[in-house]
């Protein structure tokens, strides 16, 4: 059984930075963040497929996050830089056990963490 831990949420001012992490027990081939407020969707923001080592982006953070993976560690990271007011939300780590093509989707992944929260004042 796949187990997911988040760390490193907090309160930051506009422009900051902030730096997530999310220990990972058990085998998986994927992993991700995602995001939501209250009364909204559950929004993909970067994945990372172990295999290749590829990653992958939301359009709204493209250039300003990055996701890395640390095998060694079995953790994954994400480096949140330039941040702003409408970043904030409970950052969520996902993974997943089996194969696939698609990194964006919910469905994607099997495997939760509990959230952590990201709040950026203006």
């Known amino acids: 059984q796949v187990q997911l831990v988040e760390s490193g949420g907090g309160l930051v001012q506009a422009g900051g930075s902030l730096r997530l992490s999310c220990a990972v027990s058990g085998h998986t081939t994927a992993a991700g963040w995602f995001r939501q407020v209250p009364g909204k969707d559950r929004d993909f923001v970067a994945a990372?497929?172990?295999?290749?080592?590829?990653?992958y982006y939301a359009d709204s953070i493209k250039g300003r996050f990055t996701i890395s993976g640390d095998l060694a560690n079995n953790a994954i990271y994400l480096q949140m830089n330039s941040l702003k007011p409408e970043d904030t939300a409970v950052y969520y780590c996902a993974a997943r056990e089996f194969y696939s093509n698609s990194f964006s989707m919910r469905a994607d992944y099997n495997f939760w963490g509990q959230g952590t929260q990201v709040t950026v004042s203006s």
């Open positions: 990372i497929s172990w295999g290749f080592g590829s990653t």
